[in-house]
């Protein structure tokens, strides 16, 4: 990748195409919306590889946060946000019926039993702020709990799973 040959990026693509896109339709769950991510995910790595420090984390979590962030500014996006106010009712049907069967599956992982194994307090913020797009106040909101409390358990939820990855 530092030398921008073309292999590279087809080889990271072969290797984490999937695990990306199972984050990307956690949040965005529209397939053809994620697919489009998905691309723009592959572009963005290439584009700021440089950038990448083998110091501060691992290839994949740098490639997941870029395509987790990628996914919410999505979410947030005005675009985004008419499109999905102005479906027709029978899109509507079938955007719910796709819901009900996305591809992102964490047990491939092993994520979803670490992610079991949390309080269900600290489930319920992790979902919403990583797996749904929510920003911590979103979430505080939802919840009707404060923000320093949604911080608090966000931040032990990831320390406890941490703890597996070491």
Known sequence: MQNREKIAVEALYDMYSASLFGVISRIVIDEATAEDLLQETFVKIWHSFSSYSADKGRL???????????????????????????????????????????????ELMGIKELVQKLKPEQKSILDLVYFKGYTHVEAADELGIPLGTIKTRLRMAIIQLRKNFN
């Open 60 to 106: 994949f979590t740098w490639m997941v946060n870029i395509a987790r962030n990628l996914s919410i500014d999505k979410l947030r996006s005005k675009d985004f946000k008419n499109n999905s106010k102005n479906q027709e009712l029978e899109n509507n049907v079938t955007f719910i019926d796709e819901q009900r069967n996305t591809v992102y599956k964490p």
